[in-house]
C-alpha cells in the first residue's frame, strides 16, 4: 500500500539551528501538507501546497518556515532558527485530490535543545 | 475561526463493548469529516469520513453519525478490541481555500482486556 515516509524520525538540534525535515508523499497524490503537534496537543495545520507554490499557511508558519519541492518526489519543510518551542512531532501528508482522504506520514520528532 | 472540540478526553471499555467517542464542530459551512486514529508515536490514520449531504455511514465495525443540527459528530466502535486503544481525532475541513483540516483534542481510548 503507497504510504508518505517521513525522514529523519527523530532530531535534535541547538536552538538556533537550521532544520530540514523530508517528506517523500504518495507518488500520483498532488497536494502536499505540514501539520505539527506538539506533545499531548492536538494536530495543528502548518502549510499547504499544491502547483509548486503555498496555497495556504497558518499564523504558526511564520518567515522562519519555509516548504520546498525541489524535484518530483520530495517535499521538505525548513526551520531557519529554531526555538525550543518548535519542538514537536512535524507530520507530512498528501492527498490526491481535494475531496480526497489526506494520508500521513509517521511523523518527524524535533527536539529543540 | 472553525473549531473542532471532543466532549471527554478519555475514555475506558471493556474489551467486546461498545465505544462511542463524540465530536463538536462550529463551522456549519463545513461540509466534510474525517475520524483519524492515532497510535503513540505514529501519524494519524485514516477511518472514517461522511460528507454533509449524509448523516450516517458505516465502515468495518465503525459507523461515523452526523448531526448537523446541533453540529456534532460521533465514532462508534463496535466491539472494541485492545488494538483500538488510541487517541482519536475528528477532523473537519475549512479555511479560505476549503483545504485545511482542523483536528479536535483527541480522545483517548483505553481498551481494557
Known amino acids: 500500500e503507497p504510504e508518505v515516509t517521513q525522514t529523519p524520525s527523530h532530531q535534535v538540534t541547538q536552538m538556533g539551528q537550521e532544520v530540514i525535515l523530508r517528506c517523500v508523499p504518495i507518488?500520483?497524490?498532488?497536494?502536499f501538507y505540514w501539520y505539527r503537534q506538539i506533545l499531548g496537543q492536538k494536530v495543528e495545520f502548518l502549510v499547504s501546497?499544491?502547483?509548486?507554490?503555498?496555497?495556504?499557511k497558518s499564523e504558526i508558519f511564520d518567515d522562519q518556515f519555509s516548504v520546498e519541492r525541489p524535484d518530483g518526489s520530495n517535499f521538505t519543510l525548513k526551520i531557519r532558527s529554531t526555538k525550543l518551542e518548535d519542538s514537536a512531532m512535524y507530520f507530512c501528508a498528501s492527498r490526491l485530490q481535494l475531496s480526497g482522504e489526506l494520508f500521513f506520514g509517521e511523523g518527524s520528532r524535533l527536539t529543540v535543545l | 475561526g472553525e473549531s473542532v472540540g471532543l466532549h471527554l478526553p478519555t475514555l475506558s471499555v471493556q474489551e467486546g463493548d461498545n465505544s462511542i467517542i463524540n465530536c463538536a464542530y462550529s463551522n456549519s459551512a463545513s461540509d466534510y469529516f474525517i475520524w483519524y486514529k492515532q497510535e503513540s508515536g505514529k501519524g494519524p490514520q485514516f477511518i472514517i469520513d461522511?460528507?454533509?449531504?449524509?448523516d450516517k455511514r458505516q465502515g468495518q465495525r465503525v459507523t461515523v453519525l452526523l448531526n448537523k443540527t446541533v453540529k456534532h459528530l460521533s465514532l462508534q466502535i463496535a466491539a472494541t478490541q485492545p488494538g483500538d486503544s488510541a487517541v482519536y481525532f475528528c477532523a473537519e475541513i475549512g479555511g479560505l481555500t476549503g483545504n485545511q483540516f482542523y483536528f479536535g483534542t483527541g480522545t483517548s481510548l483505553t481498551v481494557i482486556p
Open positions: 501546497f499544491y502547483n509548486n507554490e503555498i496555497s495556504e
Open positions: 461522511i460528507r454533509s449531504n449524509m
Open positions: 507518488s500520483n497524490h498532488l497536494y
